[in-house]
């Protein structure tokens, strides 16, 4: 049994959280506030979904879902998390993290950031441009007519491999962006971002990103 530790438990942290779960993994759910302030929603979640410090998340998710204000990203641990799998949902929305130069100036993305924060991490960005909303509404089996694809970037492709796994078994196809340096193709603004795309369509908009 896999369990998949979660540092965030917003919006798409439980999302992908309900998601796993249906796919027989455990859960491991932090936030900023502690364990005691997520009583009601590993309770909603069921017996598998556990509430813990983000160091206990990051310590017992073999793999480890990072779903945070990407402002703090600087928090999240780095020791317990040292050649894990980690997923990065975080997008950069400057009227709520405030301006980062390196971002303004292209010279990073925002995963470049959270990877260079851990260093040790494998860190692959993924369910950025979706909603927790569709996530749930929009996942579908393998070989579905009507499936949806999502992208994944980073640089160590067995890292990506195992999230591509992972997300084709959550219900949607997988294209790959590139490594984290090509990762702003699926930041906010770019046509990829938001709207529900087959794996074709996905292709096209990774391609028409202007920076
Ligand atoms: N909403 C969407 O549709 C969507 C889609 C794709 C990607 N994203 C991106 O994914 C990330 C999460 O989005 P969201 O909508 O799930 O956000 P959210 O609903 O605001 O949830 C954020 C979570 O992060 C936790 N958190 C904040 N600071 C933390 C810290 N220092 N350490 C540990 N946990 C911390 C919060 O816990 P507390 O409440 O205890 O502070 C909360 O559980 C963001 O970067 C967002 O831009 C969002």
Redesign the pocket.
């Known amino acids: 049994m896999t369990t998949i530790g979660f540092?965030?438990?917003?919006?798409?942290?439980?999302a992908v959280a309900r998601l796993a779960l249906d796919h027989g993994y455990d859960v491991v759910l932090?936030?900023?506030?502690?364990p005691e302030?997520l009583t009601g929603v590993v309770d909603a979640l069921g017996d598998r979904a556990v509430a813990g410090t983000?160091e206990e998340a990051a310590a017992r998710g073999e793999i480890v879902v990072v779903?945070?204000?990407?402002k703090?990203y600087r928090?999240?641990p780095v020791e317990p998390l040292a050649g894990k799998v980690v997923i990065d949902?975080?997008?950069?929305?400057p009227q709520?993290d405030g301006r980062i130069v390196a971002l303004d100036d292209g010279s990073t993305t925002s995963a470049g950031l959270l990877q260079e924060h851990l260093e040790g991490s494998r860190v692959v960005k993924a369910?950025?441009?979706?909603?927790?909303?569709h996530l749930i509404e929009h996942a579908r089996p393998t070989g579905a007519p009507d499936r949806r694809a999502l992208a994944v970037a980073g640089d160590d492709e067995s890292a990506k491999a195992v999230v591509a796994a992972l997300i084709d078994e959550l219900g949607f196809d997988v294209v790959d962006v590139g490594p984290l340096a090509e990762s702003w193709r699926i930041e906010p603004g770019t046509p990829g971002y938001g709207p529900r795309l087959d794996a074709d369509e996905m292709r096209e908009a990774l391609a028409a990103a202007h920076r």
């Open positions: 540092i965030g438990a917003g919006n798409i942290g439980q932090s936030n900023s506030r502690g302030t983000s779903t945070i204000p990407l703090a928090d999240v949902t975080n997008n950069y929305y709520r369910f950025n441009h979706i909603t927790s909303a």
